[in-house]
Nanobody
């Protein structure tokens, strides 16, 4: 099993920044891909960004140019730097990890609120 613990959510004004962190523990050798999803009330969960151990990165179109995902393998941590936040970015953000795709293991989520 793999445990994922997120931190860094909170309340920010539109145009502001937040950095989310996700620390992985347990059978981390089984993880290749890590990523961040978000889910707003009444909406489906969507993949925001993902990164593989080889450095392949993918972003949702809605966050390209504003969000940056990075990974520190020595600390078993993945980050999501979110800049120029918009009210539509408000959601519960979930860290995920997996062998070939970030979806086998999930964190408990951290709330991001953006005030206009």
């Amino acid at each position: 099993q793999v445990q994922l613990v997120e931190s860094g959510g909170g309340l920010v004004q539109a145009g502001g920044s937040l950095r989310l962190s996700c620390v992985a523990s347990g059978r981390i050798f089984s993880i290749n891909a890590m990523g961040w999803y978000r889910q707003a009330p009444g909406k489906q969960r969507e993949l925001v960004a993902s990164i593989t151990s080889g450095g392949y990165i993918n972003y949702a179109d809605s966050v390209k140019g504003r969000f940056t995902i990075s990974r520190d393998n020595a600390k078993n941590t993945v980050y999501l730097q979110m800049n120029n936040l918009k009210p539509e970015d408000a959601a519960a953000y979930y860290c995920a990890a997996g062998c070939s795709w970030p979806g086998d293991f999930w964190g408990q989520g951290t709330q991001v609120t953006v005030s206009s």
